[in-house]
């Protein structure tokens, strides 16, 4: 460990997931100085393959998580306060199926699901008869009478960038593709090696997800806590029903399921829980999960769903703390933190188990807080519930109205269009749009409005470096894009952008896979 130290910071956060990013923008805005290393891409792993939902997790209330339920519950207004263009209202249909949960059940569920947490905006529960609503009609005839309920629909990958952005903007260091190679106490301090630089920190988070446990080995220091990793897979169809609400399906093996409106043209199903025993590096959806989710969806819908109508699976590990259930599914959605060191003087490590994305920033004001001790410039009370998003700064309602605004502003733009770059981008979407009178002005097309104006944008200001980074985290323009689409604007990045980038920041961009690496 002999490179010279580039920088010494009140605290470092390993790993860019929802987590990281949440207690680095939370404890940037206290007024500490922040390092955020994650080893790939931001958002690469658990945290942009969730189902993509900011909700209570009614199916918690069986197991008897009365806690959690009411933490998630009551966050899901304030996330949607201060990102109203990733997050918006999503109410769901939850069809009675005989013989599984009785109707008193559900109805006991639900009730509980509107009182416990604080609702103040979105519509309470109420039973449906399908043969008279729209969700109906895409359902086999057997289904008759359901509830609706109402919980949030999130853009996973985007909420997580928009913290490191918010973070970066309030003077935190952020740093992809740039894992860590050696982590070691000095001391008062921890010194970090990454990226071929070495950095110090007077304390260290590690919020590494399911590498947890990786990173504290690699550290030296001892764990009595046992993660349970467990794999959640969805796939994607082209949309097999044209309304805006979607579905929570029971199953007879008393698991469950959701079917939801995606991206326009496609319906999301998922998730399943199975637990995880193969390596992180390349987590995939079995032949198992996929022909599951196709026979649950057909038990209910009138079309048939087969594997051979699926357009794209994804899956990610959710590191859950091993709570001893039997059943992958019953494993606790709860956060615990493990602290060591920082009493006897000595550097403090923060490790983070477990959580669930609606519950970021809650967990992350309270790790902010478990480290307050140790750093007085962290003493600053919570503040990330009232402060918006980027480009989030507008009213929960108000969406549709700057939709409108930004087609009046750039009338080249579809509403299709209008819509895309607003549930994206909310007001940031006017700062790269610029003075743009024609579509002409925002460069080259790469196909279904992807501009050479957006994905500058997206590798200077949101650490976009490939393709796949804009397609399938910046965006989810990947169901869209032809393989020749693809490989224009991986050679745009690559020609123009990375060398840029690498010409401005050194060693900083130095990543496995950069085509410029001898820059």
């Known amino acids: ?262 991206e326009r043209d496609f319906t999301l199903i998922g998730t399943t829980d199975v637990d995880h025993k193969a390596g992180l590096d390349e987590v995939k959806a079995s032949p198992e999960e996929i022909a599951y989710l196709c026979e649950g969806a057909s038990e209910y819908f009138r079309q048939p769903v087969t594997p051979a109508d699926v357009v794209w699976t994804y899956s990610g590990v959710r590191p859950l703390v091993d709570d001893g259930s039997g059943k992958p599914e019953a494993a606790t959605r709860g956060y615990r933190f493990e602290v060591d060191g920082g009493t006897d003087g000595t550097a403090p490590l923060l490790s983070v188990f477990g959580g669930k994305i609606t519950t970021y920033r809650h967990l992350a004001a309270e790790a902010v807080e478990q480290l307050a001790p140790f750093l007085p410039v962290l003493s600053a009370k919570d503040w990330t519930g009232g402060a918006y998003l980027p480009g989030g700064d507008f009213g929960m309602t108000e969406a549709a109205a700057k939709i409108a605004e930004l087609g009046e502003r750039y009338p080249f733009l579809s509403p299709r269009e209008a819509e895309r770059l607003i549930r994206l981008y909310g007001t940031r979407a006017f700062d790269f749009l610029g003075e743009a009178k024609t579509r002409a002005d925002l460069g080259e097309d790469f196909g279904h409005g992807l501009t050479a104006a957006e994905a500058d944008y997206l590798a200077q200001h949101e650490w976009a470096r490939t393709a796949e980074d804009i397609l399938w985290r910046r965006t989810k323009l990947g169901l869209h894009f032809t393989p020749e689409q693809t490989a224009r604007l991986a050679a745009y990045l690559a020609e123009r952008i990375t060398p840029r980038l690498c010409r401005l920041w050194g060693r900083r961009c130095a990543y496995r896979s950069c085509p410029t690496t001898s820059i």
């Open 1 to 262: 460990m002999g490179d010279p130290v580039s920088q010494t910071f009140d605290l470092a956060v390993i790993g860019g997931g929802v987590n990281g990013a949440g207690i680095a923008r939370d404890a940037a805005g206290r007024g500490a100085t922040v390092l955020l290393l994650e080893r790939g891409d931001l958002a690469e792993g658990t945290s942009s393959n969730s189902t993509k939902l900011i909700h209570g997790g009614l199916r918690y209330l069986e197991h008897y998580e009365f806690a959690l339920v009411r933490e998630s519950l009551s966050e899901r207004e304030v996330l949607w306060g201060i990102a109203p263009h990733i997050i918006w209202p999503l109410r769901f249909i939850l069809p009675h199926r005989p013989g599984l949960r009785p109707r008193w059940l559900l109805r006991l569920g639900l009730f509980l699901y509107d009182h416990i947490g604080g609702r103040k905006r979105l519509p309470a529960a109420e039973s449906v008869d399908l043969t008279r609503h729209p969700a109906g009609g895409p359902l086999k005839s057997q289904y008759t009478r359901a509830f609706a309920y109402s919980d949030g629909w999130v853009d996973d990958a985007r909420l997580v960038i928009l913290n490191a952005r918010d973070a970066a903007d309030r003077g935190a260091e952020v740093r992809t593709r740039c894992e860590v190679t050696a982590l070691a106490r000095e001391g008062d301090v921890w010194r970090i090696e990454a990226g071929g630089e070495a950095f110090l920190a007077r304390a260290v988070v590690n919020a590494a997800g399911p590498r947890v446990l990786d990173l504290l080995g690699r550290a030296g220091e001892p764990s009595s806590q046992k993660m349970r990793l467990v794999r959640g897979s969805h796939i994607v169809v082209r949309k097999l029903f044209d309304h805006d609400y979607a579905y929570f399906f029971q199953l007879p093996d008393g698991r469950i399921f959701f079917a939801i409106p995606y």
